[in-house]
């Protein structure tokens, strides 16, 4: 059974003050990794496709990474409208080709 | 570029009283179709999934329902509802190019009284 786990549950970070989320993942076969960035009473908005070891993305002030076990969303000297809750999820070849498996979130805050 | 819409935004109903919320895609053919439901403060619960016309997948036994009547559109229904039906719904789809990404729609807000 595939599995994502975020970490930590919830961030709270000062205006520039730099810092990672993570999500880490039990997965077989991995097909992709997305991150999702939702904000209150909104549907999840795609962020980054990884789809294998070693990859990175980048968009702003964010920067998504990717290794065999867990991947990290880099976020570089946040503002307050980074404030959201940052979804991962994997897509695994377990399971039938089309469910995939979210985490629970990282509830972000930056205060200004 | 795809689009996809869901209604109501919100909606407020007394238990014991049907369901029927809406989710249409545009701009794609042939999507795979998901209903999911996030209660406050908890993950993403997948509910119902569809790789096509009348091709439903249940992941979780409920008073729910689904439908999907034709290509882009997916319906999600229940004949009575319970207290513990309260939360976010969304609608997501992935398109029938096999690169995985997920989109998602706005979400309907049901509180259930």
């Known amino acids: 059974e595939d599995q994502v786990t975020q970490s930590p549950e919830a961030l709270r970070l000062q205006e520039g003050e730099s810092s990672s989320l993570n999500c880490s993942y039990t997965v077989s076969g991995l097909r992709g990794l997305f991150w999702y960035r939702q904000d209150p009473g909104k549907g999840p908005e795609f962020l980054f496709t990884?789809?294998?070891a070693g990859e990175e993305k980048e968009k702003e002030r964010l920067k998504a990474t990717l290794t065999k076990k867990e991947s990290f969303l880099h976020i570089t000297a946040p503002k307050p409208e980074d404030s959201a809750t940052y979804l991962c999820?994997?897509?695994?070849?377990?399971?039938?080709?089309?469910?995939?498996?979210f985490g629970r979130g990282t509830s972000l805050i930056v205060h200004p | 570029s795809q689009t996809i819409h869901q209604w109501p935004a919100t909606l407020v109903q007394p238990v014991g009283s049907p369901l029927s919320l809406e989710c249409t895609v545009e701009?794609?053919?042939?999507?795979?179709l998901y209903w999911y439901r996030q209660a406050a403060g908890r993950g993403l619960q997948l509910l119902f999934y569809?790789?096509?016309?009348?091709?439903i997948s249940s992941e979780v036994p409920q008073n729910l329902s689904a439908s999907r009547p034709q290509d882009r559109q997916f319906i999600l229904s229940s004949k009575k509802l319970l207290l513990s039906d309260s939360g976010f719904y969304l609608c997501?789809?992935?398109?029938?190019?096999?690169?995985?990404?997920?989109?998602f729609g706005p979400g309907t807000r049901l509180t259930v009284t």
């Open positions: 701009g794609t053919s042939n999507p795979n």
């Open positions: 990884l789809y294998s």
């Open positions: 997501a789809w992935t398109g029938p190019e096999v690169n995985y990404e997920q989109y």
């Open positions: 999820a994997v897509w695994g070849a377990s399971g039938g080709s089309y469910i995939p498996t």
């Open positions: 569809s790789v096509g016309i009348g091709q």
